[in-house]
């Protein structure tokens, strides 16, 4: 059974720091292309970031570009996002996604002072 366990997230203030992970179990995230996506109060899914199994090869929301990055361990089988120099408007339901769009529990990110 595929199952996905964000974590990490938290309050921050403007202009710090968070890494958050996401546990997986029943497949391998060094086997397919894993997203970290995001839901603000009140909006829809909005994509922040891709990593591909080559490479591995990653790609990233332009609102987040510089600020965030995507890696994993694949040893740990775990996806991470580690986000810097945050911003109000990146408070949001964090969620790691696989291809079939299964997403975990999520972790909540709140930036403000």
């Known amino acids: 059974e595929v199952q996905l366990m964000e974590s990490g997230g938290g309050l921050v203030q403007p202009g710090g720091s968070l890494r958050l992970s996401c546990a997986a179990s029943?497949?391998?995230?060094?086997?397919?292309?894993m997203k970290w996506v995001r839901q603000a109060p009140g909006k829809g899914l909005e994509w922040v970031s891709t990593?591909?199994?080559?490479?591995?090869?990653?790609g990233y929301a332009p609102s987040v570009k510089g600020r965030f990055t995507i890696s994993r361990d694949d040893v740990e089988n775990t996806l991470y996002l580690q986000m810097n120099s945050l911003k109000p408007e990146d408070t949001a339901m964090y969620y790691c996604q696989t291809p079939a769009g299964t997403r975990g529990q999520g972790t909540q990110v709140t930036v403000s002072s």
């Open positions: 990593i591909n199994p080559s490479g591995p090869y990653t």
């Open positions: 029943g497949f391998s995230v060094s086997a397919v292309t």
